[in-house]
């Protein structure tokens, strides 16, 4: 089994910026890509932005390229989400997921999830 646990969320104005972890325990060997996912109320769960835990290629959702940057420490066992330029849409739960496929995906086809963590950016 993989543990995932997010930490980092909270409430931020427009415009400011967070960084959101994951750290990973467990069969991290189990591991090839990661992902952090996002959830509004009354909205499904949407991609967010992707890595390859061994490569470290990236993938990112449309709303969020040029403002949020996906990293992993694979030493640590952290994933991160920097996050800059935040607006009032990116408020959400961002839950961390991992899968054991090399291949990042956007949709919610992943192995294993964090609790989330709640972000909200206020006006």
């Known amino acids: 089994q993989v543990q995932l646990v997010e930490s980092g969320g909270g409430l931020v104005q427009a415009g400011g910026s967070l960084r959101l972890s994951c750290r990973v325990s467990g069969r991290t060997f189990d591991i090839y890509a990661m992902g952090w996912f996002r959830q509004a109320p009354g909205k499904e769960r949407e991609f967010v932005a992707g890595?390859?835990?061994?490569?470290?290629?990236?993938q990112y959702d449309d709303s969020v390229k040029g403002r949020f940057t996906i990293s992993r420490d694979n030493g640590k066992n952290i994933l991160t989400l920097h996050m800059n330029s935040l607006k009032v849409e990116d408020t959400a739960v961002y839950y961390c997921?991992?899968?054991?496929?090399?291949?990042?995906?956007?949709?919610?086809?992943?192995?294993?999830w964090g609790q989330g963590t709640q972000v909200t950016v206020s006006t």
């Open positions: 997921a991992a899968r054991r496929s090399n291949i990042i995906v956007t949709t919610t086809q992943y192995d294993y």
């Open positions: 890595i390859s835990w061994l490569s470290g290629t990236t």
